[in-house]
């Protein structure tokens, strides 16, 4: 073919592109003026008499279409009541963490009395800016009303000529107490350098971070110092709430953080306030770094947590974080910056750290919760392992989802045939063979879910594994991607997707120990409907959890072998959270992703089993991980907060 040919192809092309463009520009165009109409014939028609007039009648039809999908949702009328006591008995719970959790006298004073171990000096830093009367005095009143008493209060003040009133305040004080210490700057340097002027008037040998308008619980200090001379802590950090209003009973959010979870840490600052640390954490790095105002917490947190040899949580309410207008906690686009500042901060600590960090894009949740993707390095072979008994028409959606859907094409299928006993199963294995990077192994004797994967697993060629259920149908296309970029780092073990039912509720978002009827283990967020954020966004982000689902599993090939991969004594229940428990036995963090998404149809590969045989069999294995876990189980799930109830999925209160 000649240049002017394909010159004139190229041509003809560009101009059927150009006559598309002006068809759908002119769609575009036609559609803006429909809606500008529909939206001027909406105005009129709520303005009208009619629309007015018939307001109750509406209000009557939402009440009773809003009644009936909760009927049919809860399963029935007491089904509603048992949902509506539940959320009664919330509200009530709530109030147990705000006035009411207040020390009595009595124990007031057995907390001033205590002898601790260590002597240890607390440099409450709080930057003042422009601060209104009420909450400065407040906030300062909270720092003297600590039952621990050995305390400095530094206030470095920015605050312009018209808030004079502010230095007036805090010299008032501080004649009246020694430890609060006042600094006029000359100017308003920035949140960050205000803090760092703080620092610098600090004498104690630890540093507690504090806001201007917030409030410390009475023990707050004194909980810290417990922790700190009991665990010898160097960073620890506790639960807070959001509240509005003059009362912190008036709260608005309620954060019942996990103890440390680095993973979480990255795509969200989730430790924010009440942090306390060691201040020789702070040798040969700054407190706060002017870079990166407006998330400055989130880049010191991640630095100091970095550093820091034993960094504990405290789950207990310490901190009442005030939202008004204007604050960070009331609406994150009062600080539209503190989002990049926060990414800036994200991606320069991988740098610092030799993360292989590809990018962090802000999620649906919020905008400083973030998806972070990863490099993958080289281009592993991956060894997916199904189970399969019958049931040819899952395994076939299964294995045509994943040719058809995944991004990643340097995978095999190893099928582990378990005594099925239809010829269309058989006849499907022969069309499977055919396929160079597909073949089926025979498992022989009862059905044993470890028996059969550990099988699989000894004919896979991958470096890494992927243990796969035949009622799987993948939804991401990069599916694989997004599970491989963490199962190649180091201190990972397993990795496991979000999963759905087919009616788009949530069957897996990761694993918690002793949640459940039977206090062993079960999915958080279950039963919830597939676009809910998730407790304070967690279904938006990737997350460490105890345990995930072998349902979906990713590791590497090495890290299975290592911890002799599933125990066989757990047939066919528990199998997989138990293999996390070694995997975390070992020190590896287990990660779930819900950037992996496909849906799940239940353990179909297990066949008809007598429901009191199942029951009983289920008994029975739960009691041997309980038995083998106990010590794991009386100590309770790190990644979830005991404040939690065991007996709901959906991070309610106790």
């Keep these: 073919m000649d240049y002017k040919e394909l010159y004139q192809q190229e041509q003809k092309k560009y101009q059927e592109l150009m006559h598309r463009y002006e068809e759908l520009d002119i769609k575009y165009e036609n559609a803006l003026s429909d809606a500008a109409l529909a939206k001027e014939n909406l105005a009129k028609i709520k303005n009208s008499p009619a ?14 279409k809003r009644t009936k999908t ?45 002898k601790f171990s260590k002597d240890i000096t607390f440099s409450v830093l709080v930057p003042l800016y422009n601060t209104p009367e009420k909450f400065l005095r407040e906030m300062i009143a909270s720092v003297q009303d600590q039952t621990y008493e050995k305390w400095e209060l530094c206030l470095a003040d920015g605050s312009d000529e018209e808030h004079a009133f502010v230095g007036e305040i805090c010299r008032e004080l501080a004649k009246g107490d020694l430890r609060i ?6 100017k308003n340097l920035g949140i960050s350098e205000n803090t760092n002027a703080c620092l610098k008037m600090a004498t104690g040998q630890f540093i507690a971070l504090f806001d201007h308008d917030d409030l410390l619980h009475p023990c707050a200090l004194y ?7 009991e665990q010898n802590a160097d960073y620890v950090y506790t639960d807070e709430v959001t509240f509005q209003g003059d009362s912190i009973d008036n709260m608005a959010t309620m954060h019942f953080k996990p103890d440390f979870s680095p993973d979480n840490l990255l795509a969200n600052n989730y430790i924010c306030h009440f ?4 201040r020789k954490l702070l040798e040969q790095t700054e407190l706060f770094r002017s870079a990166y105002d407006g998330s400055q917490d989130h880049d010191m947190i991640l630095r100091l947590t970095g550093k820091a040899k034993k960094v504990c949580h405290i789950p207990k309410v310490l901190y009442y974080w005030r939202s008004h207008a204007g604050s960070v906690a009331d609406n994150i686009d009062a600080k539209t910056y503190a989002i990049d500042a926060a990414k800036r901060a994200v991606r320069d600590y991988c740098k610092d750290n030799k993360i292989p960090l590809k990018s962090v894009e802000s999620t649906r949740a919020f905008p400083t919760i973030f998806q972070l993707s990863y490099e993958i390095a080289g281009n592993p072979l991956i060894s997916i392992v199904i189970p399969n008994k019958n049931h040819r028409e899952d395994l076939e959606k299964c294995v045509e989802s994943i040719r058809l859907k995944s991004t990643y094409t340097n995978y ?11 010829d269309s199963i058989f006849a499907y294995y022969e069309e499977l063979k055919k396929q160079e990077n597909i073949k089926v192994v025979t498992y022989q004797g009862e059905f044993n879910y470890s028996k059969i994967n550990n099988l699989g697993v000894r004919e896979a060629k991958g470096e890494y594994l992927l243990l796969l259920n035949n009622d799987i149908k993948i939804i991401s296309p990069d599916w694989l991607e997004q599970m491989l970029m963490h199962a190649q780092r180091p201190e990972v073990g397993a990795v496991g997707a979000k999963l759905y039912y087919p009616d788009n509720t949530i069957q897996h978002a990761g694993i918690v120990l002793g949640l459940g009827a039977h206090r062993s283990a079960g999915h958080s967020h279950y039963g919830m409907p597939k676009e809910n954020l998730g407790y304070m966004g967690r279904l938006c982000y990737t997350q460490n959890v105890t345990a995930v689902t072998g349902a979906c599993l990713m590791v590497r090939k090495s890290v299975y072998e290592e911890v002799g991969g599933l125990e066989e004594e757990f047939r066919v229940a528990l199998n997989d959270v138990d293999f996390c428990l070694k995997l975390r036995q070992k020190g590896y963090l287990n990660i779930f992703t819900p950037f992996a998404e496909a849906f799940h149809y239940e353990s179909k590969s297990r ?5 009191k045989a199942k029951k009983e069999r289920y008994t029975k294995e739960c009691e041997n991980f309980k038995h083998k876990w ?22 309610s209160l106790r």
């Excluded at 629309?51 to 009773?64: A, H, I, N, Q, S």
Aim: net charge positive; proline share 4%.
């Design 275 to 278: 942090s306390v640390f060691d």
């Design 630 to 651: 106990s010590r794991e189980l009386a100590a309770g799930d790190p990644y979830y907060n005991p404040n939690f109830s065991l007996d709901y999925s959906d991070y």
């Design 70 to 114: 909760a009927y049919v949702m809860y399963g029935g009328i007491f089904g509603v009541i048992k949902k509506l006591a539940h959320k009664m008995h919330q509200k009530k719970v709530q109030k147990d963490y705000g006035s009411k959790s207040y020390p009595s006298k009595e124990i007031c004073s057995q907390q001033r009395g205590t």
């Design 223 to 229: 909980e810290n110092m417990k922790v700190i001379c």
């Design 181 to 186: 210490k006042y600094k006029k700057l000359e």
């Design 412 to 422: 095999e299928i190893i099928i582990v045939e378990n005594n099925s006993n239809e």
């Design 51 to 64: 629309w007015k007039v018939t307001k109750p009648l509406r209000v009557v039809y939402f009440f009773l």
């Design 607 to 611: 066949g008809f089993e007598d429901s």
